[in-house]
């Protein structure tokens, strides 16, 4: 989710995604979804891609799991770093592992309403193994009166050194919602590169959105967002995306999610998976070498959030509307991150 990204829609032409969310937290440009190009809405909506992946390393575990059990790794993988939410019930999230950023959403640069907070009211463990982020209303115009959840990772060390591949890995159910009362819900669960931290800007710094949903559409985007904004060689700022892949169910259960980051095969790849399959794939030669490396070879920090309203939601029919109920909730089970040495 990047600021100034285009519109979700032209994530289902293969967009961006979260895009230029980057660093919300020091308000830098969000990429999530560029509301400049909003008028792509029209795109290819009428049918849910597919993008088929050629990755060849080890696939995510996809097994359905209990509450708290964070999956062993995949042959060939070690657990660097996970996280089962095991807190006790309405407990916010450890200061030792993530931080919260909190603000109003229209500083985000997505077009975003809600403002987030770090109340357990939007962000909290449930008792039962689980993170919750829940979007709440107040007032009478669905388009004010929201606040919701954003949490990244203290660290900002994951990623694959030269040689190896890295997989970040999480179990999520979206809001149990529908297109009938969920119109405005944006969950995410993406990444952004560590230079962002240090000064480099986005999307230069680099951007993966391993999840995104909007307006309980029951499907998900992927999206790589790079190099420079507008347009550049990732067309900016809507990056290259899967487009809208179909995903049944994921408003009702857990699924699992992930990403890999392959520097272990020629050409480099990132690898998108939804419940253990590769749906979409980004090779490395789809840009220039420097803007890879730039968005790419290096470590990444971690976000989950709940936004309301935005760029991309309208592209797909509008932001919240009289329908839309307060209360939705994204649930996530674990998050594991794996490495395969060199």
Sequence with gaps: MSSGQVPEQEKAQGGPGRAGRAARRTRRPKGRLALTALAVAALSLAGMTAATGTGSAAAPTAATVAPNDVPAPPAGFTTTWSDDFNGAANTGVPSSDWKYDTGPGSSFGTGEIETMTNSTSNVYEDGNGHLVLKALHDGSDPGSGWTSGRIETQSDSFG???????????SIQQPDLTTANGAGYWPAFWMLGSTLRTGTTWPTSGEVDILEDINARSSVFGTLHCGTNPGGPCNESTGIGSGEHACSGCQTGYHTYAVQIDRSVSPEQIRWYLDGQNYFTVNSTQVD?????????????IIYDLAMGGGFPD???????????????MNVDYVAVYNKAP
Excluded at 160 to 170: L, R, T
Excluded at 315 to 329: I, Y
């Design 160 to 170: 694959a050194p030269a040689g190896g591949v890295v997989m970040m890995q999480s």
């Design 289 to 301: 070498a420097t803007t890879w490396a730039n968005a790419v070879d290096h470590p990444f920090f």
């Design 315 to 329: 592209a797909f029919g509008g932001g919240p509307n009289s329908s839309t109920v307060s209360g939705g909730q």
